[in-house]
Structure formats: C-alpha cells, structure tokens
C-alpha cells in the first residue's frame, strides 16, 4: 500500500522568508507520479507539479523549486520570498497505476503555511 | 482547458434526504472520474472510481447503496448521497483524469454538503 506522510502540519513564516515543506511517501511501485496541490481558503484544489518517478531533475518555477529524491523517498517543496497570497494548505500526493491503467491518487495530511505580514 | 465544474456548490438538505451532486468536465472527455471527500482540516480521501458505463468501484469502508455514483456518459459522472445524515456532512470533490498515461487529475470546485 502506499502512503504519504507530510510531517508538518502547519508552518507560520513571516512574508520573504523562504520555507520548505516537507513530503515522504511510500510506494512499492517502480513507476509512479508524484504531485503537489495547493488548497486555498476557498476549498479549491490549485495543480503545483507532477513529477514521474523516472524524473529526478528538480524544477523551479519562479519562487516554487522541487527536489525529489528517490533515495530518500522524498518530495520537498520549497517557497522562496513567501507571500501572504501564499497561505493555504498545500497537499503532497502520490499516484500509482493500477491494473487496467486505473490509477489511485493517495493524498497526505496537507500542511497548513501562514504567511504572517 | 481541462476545466471540470460542479454543481451545486454548496446544499444543505434535511436529515434522511438525498441529495445529487454533478461533476462535469466542461472541455474534455473523462472515461474516469474520481469522487474525494474531505472532512474539516483533513486530509481527501478516495470514496470511490467512477468509469463510463460501468459500475463505480468503491473504496473499503464506504457504503455503495449510500453513495450512488453514475458515470452515464463521458463528460457527467454524478455523486448521490441517499437517506443523509449529519455525518455526510462534508466536501465532496470530483476529479475527472486527463488524457492517458498522462495521470494528472483535473479537480472540480467542491461541493460543500451540510446535513441538518
């Protein structure tokens, strides 16, 4: 079976500081995607990434940068000169494919940011 | 595009009614459509696999004649809740999946359901 785990659940950083959120997860699957969501107030689901398990090159885009680690089994996000605007409840995800290319998306727990002011 | 809409976006309804939730995918066509809850300040969880004109395949621990999913055509799969109860109160999202091998998941809107 498989799990994520985002052991912090809710991070409090003032804006500009940069602030990395945690992802471990756990698969037996060789090919696998892993994803990033973000959750608003609002209650909508926001799509970050998806990253393939054959895919270790990290990814920037603008103040959000990735780095995976097979090794490690870890997904890490990281946010550079946070914003207020960047409050919300960011979820890590692990997709895996299933028999019949069905595939089961397992979300972790979300960690809560609050960019303070 | 990959826009999926839900409808409504939020209901209150009595106790022992039922009530229909729709998802859409507006631009594209879904064989599979995925149907999450999320109780307040947790985690989504999977409720059940919604495939074009075939039985849903639901997860353990969730009742089926409870929660009646029909996925009758490529671009409506509909989520309803029978003889609700307070509990069933929650927010229901749908995700219809993307083009193959690509496993992306577009999710809708959420639905907000409270049970009084």
């Known amino acids: 079976a498989q799990k994520v785990t985002q052991a912090q659940t809710e991070i409090s950083v003032v804006e500009k500081e940069d602030v990395t959120l945690d992802c471990v997860y756990e698969t037996r699957d060789t090919t696998y995607y892993l994803f990033w969501y973000k959750q608003p107030p609002s209650g909508e689901l926001v799509f970050l990434i998806r990253r393939n398990s054959f895919d270790e090159q990290n990814e920037i885009s603008g103040r959000y940068s990735w780095n995976f680690q097979k090794s490690t089994s870890s997904f890490n996000f990281t946010i550079t000169a946070s914003q207020v605007v960047d409050s919300a409840v960011y979820f890590c995800a692990l997709s895996e494919a299933l028999s019949g290319g069905y595939q089961k998306v397992t979300f972790g727990i979300g960690t809560k940011l609050q960019v303070i002011p | 595009g990959a826009v999926v809409s839900q409808h409504p976006s939020w209901v209150i309804c009595k106790s022992g009614t039922s009530v229909k939730i729709e998802c859409r995918s507006l631009?594209?066509?879904?064989?599979?459509m995925f149907w999450y809850r999320q109780f307040p300040k947790q985690s989504l969880m999977l409720m059940a696999t919604?495939?074009?004109?075939?039985?849903?395949?639901?997860e353990q621990g969730v009742e089926k004649d409870k929660f009646l999913i029909n996925h009758a055509s490529l671009t409506l799969s509909t989520l309803t809740v029978t003889s609700a109860h307070p509990e069933d109160s929650s927010f229901y999202i749908c995700s219809a999946l993307g083009l193959a091998g690509t496993y992306e998941q577009y999710f809708g809107p959420g639905t907000r359901l409270t049970v009084t």
């Open positions: 631009d594209f066509q879904a064989t599979t």
């Open positions: 919604s495939n074009e004109g075939s039985k849903a395949t639901y």
